[in-house]
């Protein structure tokens, strides 16, 4: 019930192409979902994050897509680069855990962009 | 601006020596704070989060404690490690007082290798 799945494990795009990583919940009092990127050897970073009550948020190359009613959300990256060769994963936050913050996150996908 | 400071970078330690890694966040007040591990290859496990000077839960059943003596200092501690201690440790911190949805951030981690 307090699992996110995330897909794929791994993903290869060419560059300029776009990149695509869905994530998947079960519990509906999930309130906040942010992702975050990761590179080699570094602690992850705060990438972009969306509410329930937005359907789409957009930063430069990187949209956040969100389906409530399918408890789906995922993370596109338009013209993907090199440079954006990482892991990224999504996590979730329950409602009423604002004391504690605690993150649900997924398994992590890593993203290959081929020059 | 905030900032959080993780070390050792990297550590070797041998099979039954003790543990103390810190971290230590600057720039803000009475944050939350949380410890995880993450496996080669693998996601994010929440070992530990305080929400105050003294106050540790736990998450998981393990070898290792937590411990928060001062507001802005976070201490991960183990008397006997084991082999499966072995990982990439992640010290986070999450701003308590200004809003629902605060994101976490992360250091730079450590790397520790038992022999």
């Known amino acids: 019930q307090q699992q996110v799945k995330q897909s794929p494990q791994s993903l290869i795009v060419q560059k300029g192409g776009i990149s695509i990583i869905n994530c998947a919940y079960e519990n509906t009092a999930f309130d906040y979902f942010p992702w975050y990127q990761q590179f080699p050897g570094k602690g992850p970073a705060l990438l972009i994050a969306i509410r329930p009550d937005v359907s789409e948020k957009k930063e430069g190359r990187f949209t956040i897509s969100f389906n409530k009613s399918a408890k789906q959300f995922s993370l596109h990256i338009m013209d993907s680069q090199p440079g954006d060769s990482a892991t990224y994963f999504c996590?979730?936050?329950?409602?009423?855990?604002?004391?504690?913050?605690?993150?649900?996150f997924g398994q992590g996908t890593t993203l290959q962009v081929k020059p | 601006s905030q900032t959080i400071h993780q070390w050792p970078a990297t550590l070797v330690q041998p099979v039954g020596s003790p543990l103390s890694l810190e971290c230590t966040v600057e720039?803000?007040?009475?944050?939350?704070l949380y410890w995880y591990r993450q496996a080669a290859g693998r996601g994010l496990q929440l070992l530990f989060y305080?929400?105050?000077?003294?106050?540790i839960s736990s998450e998981v059943p393990q070898n290792l404690s937590a411990s928060r003596p001062q507001d802005r200092q976070f201490i991960l501690s183990s008397k006997k490690l084991l082999l499966s201690d072995s990982g990439f440790y992640l010290c986070?911190?999450?701003?308590?007082?200004?809003?629902?949805?605060?994101?976490?951030?992360f250091g730079d981690g450590t790397r520790l290798s038992i022999l």
């Open positions: 305080s929400v105050g000077i003294g106050q």
């Open positions: 986070a911190w999450r701003d308590s007082g200004t809003g629902d949805n605060q994101p976490q951030h």
């Open positions: 720039g803000t007040s009475n944050p939350n």
């Open positions: 996590a979730a936050k329950l409602h009423g855990s604002s004391n504690t913050g605690k993150l649900i």
